[in-house]
């Protein structure tokens, strides 16, 4: 078996690629899903309810799809540069303690200045915590050849210790009654939800928003082309006049900016407060999101919603039918690597021979 | 060749396709005992398709192959190797830090072999070389020798595995003439000891010398077999071009005006062998210098520095004037063209669309700016048409103006690093600046070089005042080469400075005007081309006194 580059390859196979790898995972996870003795179609189904079946079903994915969102960019613009951040879970806590350090001093101890003043810098101080947390790693890459996937995937460890420590120092809460859980935001600089008597806030609109911003930023603007020049092919761009290592200081600061800004808008449309579990490992799904997008940002919307409905759809569904939540896991990792493998089939063929 | 004479390879209707493109077609070749088959044709036209399906990278869709009589099992490289085919690359697969012998050795041995047969392998080594006159010294570091000796040593690796046929693809592109010599008579031994060779290259008169019989591929097919005896290259040409070629007419230059760019007692830090030593050169506009020596004797630094990506340590560099800054934009805001030698990894970025690529190096000047946003946001419409222009004008075909630049063939993607840098987009103001002068090539087949865009006058505004051009022909057909050296001799007689740096002797004879030639990091005195001989360039080549 061999795999020989293809000349040509037809519209068609880019539009039959991604449906291709959904069926693959549907038939691979339909197994386990027979294995734990469960019917596969109402197994489906109910996973297909519990996702988008319902008001409450579709606000409860999408408010589980906007960090994800977040992340998945902040992965995307990073890949697509060439700048392996794995450390999108260390910077969303930076941003969600920088978000409560601004916003969330209680009892006339802190900031007490207009929402309209303060709402702004408590998401900058988010932005530029996740940032800085990426620009080291990026700067050291970028002058000494240091690998970032090590430098950001050991920081995420650091920044969950320093987190841990300051929920018990610092920022704790002292009405926890001893949970490490940091001081709250204040109320009004929570955001305002999207649908009444649901979670789902308006962060929704922000992660959208700056999908459609990113979008803008790479495909029509001249560091947009910098970013992707220089990840494709780092001498070339060089040689056609690409600055470098503005660059990457750039892709650190929007990369690391928009994890931090899923800590924030998690802490300000959600929890209002930090915990050590308020991130059921986002930065590490957003990986996984910017892959099975392409790294296209407005893909990253779709594969953000995708990745959301399957976690939540399957929640409920192992309620009702007794197959384990993993089943999320596996449907998930299992659409990566058969997107990934159909992406490769439209550029390679297979022979046999 | 009489009739007794052995046949020791027999392709018969060896077809390949990828998906609708036929890269092989039916081609049925035979190679006698003691003989040497030249396999001409220009980039494309299958040769190394061929050599990959006879070397078992690559399964033929139909045919077959007969070695020593023998069926030859398609796909298996180690088939090969045992049934005695030896393939010397163009570019040495030599691990530098290795000795002579180790390099032989490598990849011959069985894994599994506890300690390596050092002493037996050495006499074998030693007796291999004497038997071909191929002198070496088994315990001297590869990284230590000449590229000539790395080639010996390459064709030492295959004789050592018993090769009987022996492949060598474009062996004197990296060899001074006097190497190329030394490596024909070589050849003639190994021929005389009843091995057969196939020998690839696209330099005509090399070929007709060294080889028996010459055949020619022209897209994908076997179209024309002859012994050399008797050929000319004028009938060689014709076959692989499929029609005639005039030569390239050497023409002086007009009038050589002031200098553009002076290099004074300049020297670089050393990557490897290749940098400069107190080199000084002016550049002159109206004018060609072109820099002959083998690569890897500081030419690569010497581009690197007039292309904005390496600075100098000590000596001076100037541009009309002013200090040479090492910035790519500032060289191109300055009207400075750049051509680079490896045009897959330094000319385009391959995943970028054509479009971009064709615009990439004047994103950051007026010319694309947004009036809103100045140098942030691409006004895109504008961007595409100048691609488009670019394209037209220069001839670039291909999958389009969204293609990758990737899927572009060499001679397009030269074509349109070529139209990058020497084509001014419109101005700010929407004037339109001026095109260099596109005479219309050498006949190009159905081509209409000349799209919508009308040759403007000369020597005008925002036409490049140097063009640093570094191999700028390496690996291209001849119709691709005629074009590029045209544009060359057109953007001088507008008024440009050229510099061109080219391994190969033919094309700096035929367009310096000035004609220097480097070794070791030292710069010759750049004299006219007139005052040169190819035996001196020869000689300085190898480093002996200038």
């Known amino acids: 078996m061999r795999l020989e580059k293809r000349n040509h390859t037809s519209p068609a196979a880019y539009v039959l ?245 899923a800590g924030a808008i998690e802490v300000a449309g959600r929890t209002s407060y930090v915990t050590l579990d308020m991130s059921p490992g986002y930065g590490y799904s957003g990986i996984v999101i910017a892959m099975l997008a392409g790294l296209h940002p407005l893909g990253v919307i779709a594969a953000g919603t995708f990745v959301a409905g399957v976690l939540v759809g399957a929640d409920s569904m192992s309620r009702a039918v007794g197959v384990p939540t993993y089943i999320a896991d596996v449907i998930v990792a299992t659409s990566l690597i058969a997107v990934l493998v159909a992406g490769l089939l439209t550029q390679y063929r297979v022979r046999w021979k | 060749m009489t009739e007794s004479t052995a046949t020791v390879l027999r392709l018969s209707g060896i077809t390949k396709r990828f998906g609708k493109l036929v890269a092989n077609d039916s081609i049925s070749l035979t190679l006698a005992r003691g003989e040497v088959l030249a396999l001409l044709g220009e980039n494309g036209a299958g040769k190394s398709t061929l050599m990959s399906i006879l070397f078992g990278h690559y399964v033929a869709d139909e045919g077959s192959i007969e070695i020593f009589g023998k069926p030859l099992p398609p796909g298996q490289p180690r088939a090969a190797l045992a049934a005695g085919i030896g393939m010397v690359h163009q570019h040495f697969t030599l691990a530098d830090n290795l000795t002579v012998l180790d390099n032989v050795l490598l990849g011959s041995e069985p894994l599994w072999q506890p300690f390596s047969r050092r002493s037996e392998a050495r006499t074998k080594l030693l007796a291999v070389s004497q038997q071909f006159g191929l002198p070496i010294s088994p315990d001297a570091k590869v990284g230590s020798l000449s590229v000539g000796e790395r080639q010996r040593v390459e064709i030492l690796k295959a004789l050592y595995r018993g090769a009987r046929i022996l492949i060598l693809d474009e062996p004197t592109a990296v060899l001074t003439p006097q190497e190329s010599e030394a490596l024909f008579d070589t050849l003639a031994q190994m021929v005389a000891q009843g091995l057969s060779i196939i020998f690839i290259s696209h330099k005509l008169g090399e070929v007709l010398r060294v080889s028996h019989r010459v055949a020619v591929l022209r897209q994908s097919k076997l179209v024309a077999e002859a012994p050399a005896q008797g050929t000319t290259q004028g009938q060689l040409a014709q076959w692989m071009v499929g029609h005639a070629i005039e030569a390239a007419e050497r023409r002086p230059a007009k009038k050589v005006r002031e200098p553009i760019c002076t290099l004074t007692n300049v020297s670089t830090a050393p990557t490897g062998r290749d940098r400069l030593n107190d080199v000084s050169l002016i550049l002159r506009a109206g004018e060609i210098v072109a820099i002959a020596g083998v690569s890897g004797n500081g030419q690569v630094a010497l581009a690197d520095l007039l292309c904005g990506v390496r600075s100098a340590s000590t000596g001076q560099v100037t541009l009309r004037g002013a200090p040479l800054q090492a910035r790519p934009a500032w060289l191109v805001s300055q009207g400075v063209a750049r051509i680079p030698e490896d045009r897959h990894a330094v000319g385009v970025v391959g995943d970028l669309p054509v479009w971009e690529n064709a615009v990439a190096e004047r994103l950051r000047g007026p010319w694309f700016a947004h009036p809103w946003f100045r140098v942030f946001w691409v006004k895109r419409r504008a961007a595409r048409q100048h691609a488009q222009r670019v394209a037209e004008t220069f001839d670039v075909r291909g999958g389009g103006a969204d293609a990758p630049a990737r899927s572009l063939s060499g001679g397009n993607m030269q074509k349109l690093i070529l139209g990058r840098a020497l084509m001014p987009p419109q101005d700010a103001a929407g004037n339109s600046a001026q095109a260099p002068r596109i005479a219309a090539g050498p006949p190009q087949g159905d081509a209409a070089p000349l799209g919508g865009s009308e040759p403007r006058a000369a020597g005008s505004v925002g036409a490049p005042v140097l063009i640093v051009a570094h191999q700028p022909t390496w690996g291209l057909d001849i119709g691709a080469v005629m074009f590029v050296q045209q544009q060359l001799i057109n953007a001088r007689d507008a008024g440009a400075a050229v510099l061109l740096i080219s391994d190969d002797l033919d094309e700096v004879l035929a367009l310096g005007d000035r004609v220097a030639v480097m070794h070791d990091g030292h710069l010759s005195e750049a004299r006219p081309a007139e005052g040169w001989t190819r035996e001196a360039i020869g000689l300085a080549m190898a480093g002996a006194a200038h």
């Open chain 1, 17 to 261: 690629a991604p449906v291709g790898a959904v069926v693959f995972t549907l038939v691979v996870s339909a197994l386990l899903v027979l294995w734990a003795g469960a019917p596969v179609g109402q197994t489906y189904a109910l996973l297909l309810q519990g996702a988008f079946g319902s008001v409450f079903a579709l606000t409860e994915t999408l408010t589980r799809a906007t960090p994800l969102i977040l992340t998945g960019l902040a992965a995307a613009v990073a890949f697509r540069a060439r700048l392996f951040n794995i450390g999108a879970e260390g910077q969303l806590y930076a941003g969600a303690l920088a978000a409560v350090a601004v916003g969330g001093m209680h009892g006339g101890t802190g900031l007490e200045w207009s929402p309209y003043v303060l709402f702004p810098l408590m998401m900058l101080a988010a932005a530029l915590a996740g940032a800085a947390l990426l620009l080291g790693p990026a700067l050291m890459k970028a002058r000494l050849g240091v690998d970032e996937v090590v430098t950001t995937l050991l920081l995420n460890f650091i920044m969950l210790l320093l987190v841990s420590a300051l929920l018990d120092g610092p920022m704790k809460d002292p009405l926890s009654m001893g949970w490490p859980q940091s001081v709250a935001l204040q109320g009004d600089l929570e955001l305002s939800k999207l649908v009444p008597q649901t979670r789902l806030h308006t962060g929704l609109l922000w992660a959208v928003s700056l999908a459609v911003m990113l979008w803008a930023l790479l495909a029509r603007t001249v560091p947009g082309f910098d970013i992707r020049a220089a990840g494709a092919n780092a001498r070339a761009a060089a040689f056609a006049g690409v600055p470098i290592t503005r660059t990457v200081v750039l892709v650190a600061l929007l990369s690391g900016g928009l994890a931090g800004l």
